[in-house]
């Protein structure tokens, strides 16, 4: 069965670089679209960006100056970096992986990341 | 951006009626080359990760209960819980695939009457 396993500092002071970890468990890594999602403290869902099975990342434009999404497959794990946080990066985030080969809607979460950004 | 909007913003439904939730996109999401509109639903439960429902706008993922069903083409596309049941209770959102940037709809609370 697929899982995803997240982890990583849940406080963060501004102008650090954030960093969360997504293990996956019960799979491959291979052939599959991993995605970041983040979502603000009483707010909607916001995609960060992702990595699709042939190891090219899309980000958010807002965020693409700021943000990497990379593989580790001998890990078989997904890390997320973000720089230069501010309070508005105060999120929940969440990595998922597409629902089936080269799929992109996601059908497995993570629990999720409670990260706030605050001195 | 494809901007996802979303109505109701919540509604309330008495056990086993109907839920329809409606969601429009600002541009058609309908594939050229495979005829499918790149659209997802996904359910959140208070304190839990999304949950995928239905993708390519009206197809069950696997598991999730028939009284689901998802239709629409174009832009325009909506949810219907057939016969609501309690653990319904939840946050639903749209979400469009057809960009690289993925964008979701504001959600919908749905909540027992």
């Known amino acids: 069965q697929v899982q995803l396993q997240q982890w990583g500092a849940e406080l963060w002071k501004p102008s650090e670089t954030l960093s969360l970890t997504c293990a996956l468990y019960?799979?491959?890594?291979?052939?599959?679209?991993y995605t970041w999602i983040r979502q603000p403290p009483g707010k909607g869902l916001e995609w960060i960006g992702e990595?699709?099975?042939?190891?090219?990342?899309k980000y958010d434009p807002s965020l693409k100056s700021r943000v990497l999404i990379s593989l580790d497959t001998s890990k078989n794990q997904l890390s997320l970096k973000l720089n230069s946080v501010t309070a508005a990066d105060t999120a929940l985030y969440y990595c998922?992986?597409?629902?089936?080969?080269?799929?992109?809607?996601?059908?497995?979460w993570g629990r999720g990341t409670l990260v706030t950004v605050s001195s | 951006d494809i901007v996802m909007t979303q109505s109701p913003d919540s509604l309330a439904v008495s056990l086993g009626d109907r839920a329809t939730i409606n969601c429009k996109s600002s541009q058609s999401v309908l594939g050229n080359s495979n005829n499918k509109n790149f659209v997802a639903w996904y359910q959140q439960r208070s304190g839990q990760p999304p949950k995928l429902l239905i993708y390519?706008?009206?197809t069950r993922e696997s598991g999730v209960p028939d009284r689901f069903s998802g239709s629409g083409s174009g832009t325009d596309f909506t949810l219907t819980i057939s016969r609501l049941q309690a653990e319904d209770v939840a946050v639903y959102y749209c979400q469009q695939y057809y960009n690289t940037e993925m964008t979701f709809g504001p959600g919908t609370k749905v909540d027992i009457k």
């Open positions: 990595i699709n099975p042939d190891g090219f990342t």
């Open positions: 998922a992986r597409g629902r089936g080969n080269w799929d992109r809607p996601l059908g497995y």
């Open positions: 019960g799979g491959s890594l291979s052939g599959f679209y």
């Open positions: 390519w706008a009206s």
